[in-house]
């Protein structure tokens, strides 16, 4: 992952980034990436599944699923941060298209959520945890990955 990593520390040396779990800045230098449903799940890098936290807070989050209805909003304010950035800075959207192509496997999906630079906050949102993260969020949570 380590071009996903590349890109959040692009990310970060324009603007601040948010750790969803602690709510706490980020720093390059201790940054680890967090599948947001475990990779033991999913056995997949999707971009959108991949957020950066803190070394510490990754070994700790483990396995477990994050409490929806707590981070799942702050992994859409956080993707949607970076959507905005894409659209408006050459350096993040070079670096993104570098990671991207080893991270979707639905190019349409990708289509969808980063290749229109006119979404709402809203519209991303729902198109994220619709199209995306629900269907393998609840998937997981019925075999039995817990909270």
């Known amino acids: 992952l380590s071009d996903v990593a590349s890109f959040w ?5 324009i603007h601040p980034v948010r750790d969803i779990y602690s709510g706490e800045v980020l720093s390059g230098d201790d940054i680890s990436i967090d599948h947001f449903i475990p990779w033991s799940y999913t056995a997949s ?3 959108w599944n991949l ?3 803190s070394k510490s807070i990754n070994s700790s989050k483990g396995n477990f699923l994050p409490e929806w209805d707590t981070y799942f909003p702050a992994l859409c304010a956080l993707e949607y941060g ?4 894409i659209h408006s800075k050459s350096q993040v959207r070079d670096c993104f ?3 991207a192509g080893n991270h979707f496997s639905s190019l349409s999906l ?3 959520l980063f290749g229109n630079r006119n979404l ?3 519209t991303f949102s729902r198109i994220l945890s619709e199209e995306a993260a629900i269907p393998l969020y609840n998937a997981a ?3 039995g990955f817990l909270r």
Do not use: G, N
């Open 82 to 85: 970076v959507y905005s950035l």
């Open 97 to 99: 298209e570098k990671a």
């Open 141 to 143: 949570e019925r075999c």
């Open 110 to 112: 990708k289509a969808k």
């Open 51 to 53: 957020d950066p936290t």
């Open 120 to 122: 709402s906050r809203e």
């Open 9 to 13: 520390r692009t990310v970060m040396e």
């Open 45 to 47: 890098d999707e971009f």
